[in-house]
């Protein structure tokens, strides 16, 4: 019932099944491709976590490190917060802290920082499971400061070329190669939505990339040749 879908079906190293079906946009009748990449959604949190842990395995970063270290003016609560807990979703802040009705406009990662240092903890740190794109957004702040570029940068640098992985990139507002995104109920018919401004998903989302390359990404993940067995 969705306008495309793109399949990649691997046994080991060996690429069984690489095909995609149906229209990659609707309105302008293009068709799916093998090589058209998707938004990933929070499917972009591993890249980020990868890319943190990269700077553990490296000595430059330890998870009990908190926002307190990295951030000034947050609140008491927000500066005991650590990447540990971040990255598994313990934090204790919101799911989200972004405004809908702005969710189109270019924001910077201060301006990102200011929003969601307004908000109120939705539990103490450590003590519950809430999964939140806050947290991971502050992990993407995180990123830009210790690497030192912009986390697209990071992202090509540290993880696609690397591992070859040729389509992996920031989403940007040109889908001319990759898929629109829709959205359907049961019964209706499929209808385009519009997501967050690249720049709003810093770190919890917005990564664009194709079937065939998140098949080679889990198998070199877990292959064990991007981060080390510890991390």
């Known amino acids: 019932g969705m306008p495309s879908v793109s399949v990649v079906v691997t046994r080991g190293n060996e690429t069984l099944v690489e095909r995609a079906w149906g229209l990659a946009d609707v309105a302008n009748g293009r068709k799916a491709e093998p090589s058209t990449f998707y938004q990933v959604g929070s499917l972009s949190k591993q890249f980020t976590a990868t890319l ?41 802040l919101k799911g989200d802290f972004r405004l809908p009705d702005r969710a189109t406009t270019p924001i910077t990662r201060d301006s990102l ?12 740190p450590g003590t519950k499971f809430t999964y939140s794109n806050t947290g991971y957004m502050f992990a993407g702040a ?54 967050f401004h690249p720049t709003q998903m810093l770190g919890n989302g917005g990564v664009c990339v194709t079937a065939s390359d998140l098949a080679k990404w889990n198998r070199v993940l877990h292959g064990g040749r991007v981060l080390s067995e510890a991390s």
Do not use: W
């Open 52 to 92: 943190l842990l990269k700077l553990v395995d490296r000595g430059k970063l330890s998870l009990s490190d908190t926002l307190g270290r990295f951030f000034k003016g947050l609140e008491p609560e927000f500066n005991a917060i650590t990447v540990e807990q971040i990255l598994n979703h313990t934090s204790g």
């Open 113 to 124: 920082l200011a929003l969601a240092a307004r908000d109120t903890l939705a539990a103490m």
């Open 142 to 195: 995180i990123i830009e400061k210790l690497y030192r570029k912009s986390y697209a940068e990071a992202l090509r640098d540290e993880i696609a070329r690397p591992l070859g992985l040729k389509s992996l990139a920031l989403c940007t507002t040109d889908k001319s190669g990759g898929a629109e995104s829709y959205v359907r109920s049961e019964g209706a018919k499929p209808r385009l939505v519009e997501s």
